[in-house]
């Protein structure tokens, strides 16, 4: 059995410190671990989708990401936008909100996709996806390919923001009722139904095929905290 203290820290967590490192130096002390050698075990996994995965997430996590409008702010957006003559005040009202969130929520999917533009690995990562979901005889694999990938990079529920429950009415305090989206699970669903399990699963395979190959070129070097 393994030594799991002997183990070092979790390779996510050292590709995405290595990642943003600003000294690459290659150590010549062999017996010191570098940010350089976390940077060469990831080039040198056997899974290269692997590699490009971790690379795309590190990415991802490092970007600043376009917050969602609050409930409150939809509110006092609503108000700016003109009733739709004829309606009862009530009716009125609660078209107003549901114009609000629609523009809201189409707001953040330009603002995400802007985000998913700037990341550099991510046209490598979707290419990758596309061909894999091609060799699967799958319809429209590009289309799966995206839209499991930007689930895989943001799986929050975007009906509660992750919080598993909806809000009370007018305010930012979480009710007792489960979120209708999710049903309380604070995840989205997984888009596509069983060919998006198949692209998840092999995702998740990819990376810990690179994870493996990192542990095991990582393991002479140990890790001075």
């Known amino acids: 059995m393994r030594n799991e203290e002997a183990m070092p820290p979790d390779v996510t967590e050292a590709y995405t410190s290595a990642t943003h490192a600003s000294n690459l130096r290659v150590e010549i002390d062999a017996d010191r671990r570098s940010s350089a050698d976390v940077l060469m075990a990831a080039a040198w996994s056997p899974s290269r989708l692997g590699g490009a995965l971790l690379r795309l997430h590190s990415e991802f996590d490092g970007a600043q990401h376009p917050r969602r409008?609050?409930?409150?702010?939809?509110?006092?957006?609503a108000q700016t936008i003109a009733p739709v003559p004829g309606l009862a005040e009530k009716e009125a009202a609660l078209d107003q909100i549901t114009r609000a969130r629609v523009s809201a929520d189409e707001w953040h999917?330009?603002?995400?996709?802007?985000?998913?533009?700037?990341?550099?690995?991510?046209?490598?990562?979707?290419?990758?996806l596309t061909l894999r979901?091609?060799?699967?005889?799958?319809?429209?694999?590009?289309?799966?390919?995206?839209?499991?990938?930007?689930?895989?990079?943001?799986?929050?529920?975007?009906?509660?923001?992750?919080?598993?429950?909806?809000?009370?009415?007018?305010?930012?305090?979480?009710?007792?009722?489960?979120?209708?989206?999710?049903?309380?699970?604070?995840?989205?669903?997984?888009?596509?139904?069983?060919?998006?399990?198949?692209?998840?699963n092999y995702i998740d395979d990819c990376i810990q095929r690179a994870r493996d190959s990192m542990k095991n070129r990582l393991r002479k070097f140990p890790h001075h905290g």
Not at 162 to 173: H, N, W
């Open 133 to 200: 979901a091609q060799i699967w005889g799958v319809f429209q694999p590009e289309d799966v390919a995206v839209a499991v990938l930007i689930w895989w990079l943001d799986p929050i529920c975007k009906g509660c923001n992750g919080i598993k429950f909806e809000l009370i009415k007018e305010t930012p305090v979480k009710s007792t009722k489960p979120c209708k989206c999710c049903r309380g699970s604070g995840e989205a669903s997984l888009p596509y139904k069983e060919e998006g399990r198949r692209m998840a």
């Open 69 to 77: 409008m609050t409930p409150a702010a939809i509110s006092a957006y």
């Open 109 to 128: 999917r330009h603002e995400v996709m802007l985000l998913l533009g700037r990341l550099k690995t991510l046209p490598e990562v979707r290419n990758q």
